[in-house]
């Protein structure tokens, strides 16, 4: 890898802070890395959007940003965007690595011993035909259980800047996922959205009985970093800042501390 193509950031793309839960992870497996991490908050949350216009928009936003910071790669932990996007960003940008995410049915399927497993998700990913073809795909012996939630996503993205969350209204939206049949029980439930990580706590603490709730963060940094040019001088190359921006322009002050907390500098 050349001195020039190392020094090129990351780019990681959510439509909110959700992604900043993949960042943590991409920032321990790449410390030598630098990050532009980008929110589209003027678009979120996406579930509001007709899918051929928010298609449309992906498509022509990371034209720009493409453009304007050169990334290396860009990673798109959003599965919104990645499920509805990813083929049309991959074909119009062929010269630039996409990492997407979906969701991790595939290793909830190999982990669950009582074969119920539901997925959290915002309705977007849910409805969406590539979600129900990787349960065909990988988990055709399990029962999975789909569940759109329309406000979790925000009530993360609350929770993040102010520190506190409805606990009852964070249990109507997951209270469907806990599914008893036969004498089983859900063992296993897959956060399908990057926001909902930072609720898990609150989760844990409401559940009716223990689960294990699955992350995907970890694993999509891992594939990011298995992807990266491999470095052949061993030395690291002079890095700016890691960036946020908001496609909306703005900013508050408490999103600032936030993503200052985050080593970011917006």
Same mark, same amino acid.
């Given at each position: ?37 980008? +929110?589209?908050? $003027? ?6 959007? %007709?899918?051929?216009?928010? &298609?449309?928009?992906? !498509?022509? *936003? ?27 960003l991959r074909t119009a940008y062929p010269e630039t690595p996409f990492v997407g995410t979906v969701p991790a049915i595939k290793p909830a399927a190999e982990r669950t011993r009582s074969g119920l497993v539901s997925v959290l998700a915002t309705p977007g990913t849910v409805k969406r035909q590539y979600t129900r073809d990787l349960i065909t795909q990988w988990a055709a012996k399990c029962e999975v259980t789909l569940i759109g939630s329309v406000v979790l996503a925000a ?13 009852? +209204?964070?249990? $109507? ?6 599914? %008893?049949?036969?004498?089983? &029980?859900?063992?296993? !439930?897959? *956060? ?75």
């Amino acid at each position: 890898m050349s001195a020039a193509a190392s020094e090129r950031p990351i780019l990681l793309f959510d439509s909110g802070i959700g992604g900043l839960t993949v960042l943590r992870e991409a920032r321990v497996l790449m410390p030598d890395r630098r990050f532009v991490y980008i +929110a589209d908050d $003027a678009a979120f949350p996406y579930g509001n959007w %007709e899918e051929e216009e928010l &298609r449309a928009r992906l !498509v022509s *936003l990371f034209g720009a940003l493409i453009a304007e910071f050169d990334p290396e790669i860009c990673m798109i932990p959003c599965n919104t965007a990645s499920t509805l996007a990813l083929g049309d960003l991959r074909t119009a940008y062929p010269e630039t690595p996409f990492v997407g995410t979906v969701p991790a049915i595939k290793p909830a399927a190999e982990r669950t011993r009582s074969g119920l497993v539901s997925v959290l998700a915002t309705p977007g990913t849910v409805k969406r035909q590539y979600t129900r073809d990787l349960i065909t795909q990988w988990a055709a012996k399990c029962e999975v259980t789909l569940i759109g939630s329309v406000v979790l996503a925000a009530l993360a993205e609350d929770y993040m800047r102010s520190g506190f969350v409805d606990e009852d +209204a964070v249990r $109507a939206e997951v209270a469907p996922c806990f599914v %008893e049949r036969d004498g089983r &029980r859900t063992d296993i !439930v897959v *956060l399908a959205c990057t926001h909902y990580p930072f609720l898990a706590n609150r989760m844990r603490k409401i559940a009716p009985w223990p689960v294990d709730w699955l992350d995907p963060a970890e694993a999509i940094a891992r594939r990011a970093l298995s992807i990266l040019p491999r470095s052949d001088s061993g030395e690291p190359a002079p890095r700016g800042p890691d960036v946020a921006r908001f496609t909306s322009g703005r900013t508050d002050l408490v999103s600032r501390r936030l993503l200052q907390g985050f080593g970011l500098k917006v």
